[in-house]
Structures are given as C-alpha cells and as structure tokens.
C-alpha cells in the first residue's frame, strides 16, 4: 500500500528563523510525484513546491526547499526566513506514475511562526 | 495553473435534505476529484469524476449518498444526499490538468448539518 507519513502534528518557529517539516512516504514504484501543499486558516490548498522522483537536483521556490531522500523515501521541506504569513497547516503527498492521478496525503503538520 | 470556482462556498443545511456542489475550471483538464475534510485533518478522497461516465468511489462512499456528475471537461458537481450532521465538513474539488502536474484546488465548501 501507499502511504504517507508526517511524524510532526504540531511545530512553532520564530520569525526570520529556518524550519523543516518531515515526510516520509512508502511506494513500490519508481517513477512518481512528490508535493508540499500549505493551507492556511482560510482553508484553501496551495501548491508549495513540487519534485519529480526522476529528478536528483532538490526543487527550491524562493525560501522553500525540499531535501529528497529518494533510497529512504523521505521528502523534507525547509522554510527559511519564516513569515507570519507562513502559519498553516501543511500537507506532503504524492502519486504515482502508474496510477489513476490520486494524491496519497500525510496527516498533516500543523505550522505557527511566532513574532 | 488553473482557475478554479466552487460554489457555494458554505452552506448551513437542515438534516436530510440535499446539497449540490459545483466545481468549475477556465480550462479542459484530465482528470477532477472530491475529497473531504474534517477540521484540522488530512484530506480523504470520496471519488474521481470521469467525464461521460460514472465516477469511481472510494472505500467507503457510496454514489447513492453522494452522487457526482462530470458532463464535460470543465465542470463537476458532488451532491451530499440526506444529510446527517456527520456530513458536516469541508469538500474540496480538484483538477489535474495532465500526468506530472500538480493537483490544484477549489477554495473549497464548508458545509454544516444542523
């Protein structure tokens, strides 16, 4: 089966400091698709940052990186410089390149920066 | 990425009555999904729209409770059918324009049973 899995319900950070929010995932494909979605208190979901598992280079979008642990399927995301606006509810999830398209979701972690 | 609208954006309704969602993107996409959420939990696919045909649900969710259309690639609706105040959630449509992409995400529908 695949899963996914995001061992932090709940991290806080200041302002202007650097937080990585854990995932782990397990899939017998080789070939998928790994995402970070954040949704804020207003509930909408928002695409993050994104890696394709062909790839080694780490994706990087402005103070997002992922570190891609492709042999121990782990999939980090590192927010550097954190901002108030940052506090939310963060989500990894995947799928696969042989399936129907569905996103695999973690629980969830649930981000506050701290003034 | 693609521009999507979801109505109505909540809804307070009385128990066993029913409720129709509408999902509509600015572009042809592959494939729409519905997912629900409980507040502060993850999500969980109730079922993929296909366009022409009959959607294909998840363990546990029955097309008789909730019933989804797809008439063309554009547009999806989700109805939640006798509703229960277990029924009270957020719902969530989605698109996947093409294989590698990301999902992207109606700004979803909070719903409550009373």
């Known amino acids: 089966a695949q899963t996914v899995t995001q061992s932090q319900p709940e991290m806080s950070v200041q302002e202007a400091e650097t937080v990585t929010l854990s995932c782990t995932y397990d899939?017998?494909?080789?070939?998928?698709?790994l995402f970070w979605y954040k949704q804020p208190p207003s509930r909408q979901m928002i695409l993050v940052i994104r890696q394709e598992a062909y790839k080694q280079q780490n994706a990087t979008e402005n103070r997002f990186s992922v570190n891609f642990q492709k042999a121990a399927k782990s999939f980090s995301l590192k927010i550097s410089d954190s901002q108030l606006g940052d506090t939310a509810m963060y989500f990894c999830a995947f799928y696969g390149s042989g399936n129907t398209g569905k996103l695999i979701f973690g629980q969830g972690t649930t981000l506050q920066v701290k003034p | 990425s693609a521009v999507i609208s979801q109505k109505p954006s909540r809804d307070i309704c009385q128990r066993g009555t029913s409720l129709t969602i509408q999902c509509q993107v600015d572009?042809?996409?592959?494939?729409m999904f519905w997912y629900r959420q409980q507040p502060g939990q993850s999500l969980t696919l109730i079922a993929t729209?296909?366009?022409?045909?009959?959607?294909?649900?998840e363990s546990g969710f029955v097309i008789d409770k909730f019933p989804i259309s797809r008439p063309n690639l554009t547009f999806s609706t989700l109805t939640v059918s006798n509703m229960s105040p277990e029924d009270s959630s957020i719902y969530l449509c989605?698109?996947?324009?093409?294989?590698?992409?990301?999902?992207?995400f109606g700004d979803g529908t909070r719903l409550s049973i009373l």
């Open positions: 899939t017998s494909e080789s070939n998928y698709y």
């Open positions: 729209a296909n366009q022409g045909s009959e959607a294909t649900y």
């Open positions: 572009s042809q996409v592959t494939m």
């Open positions: 989605s698109v996947l324009r093409d294989r590698g992409e990301p999902q992207h």
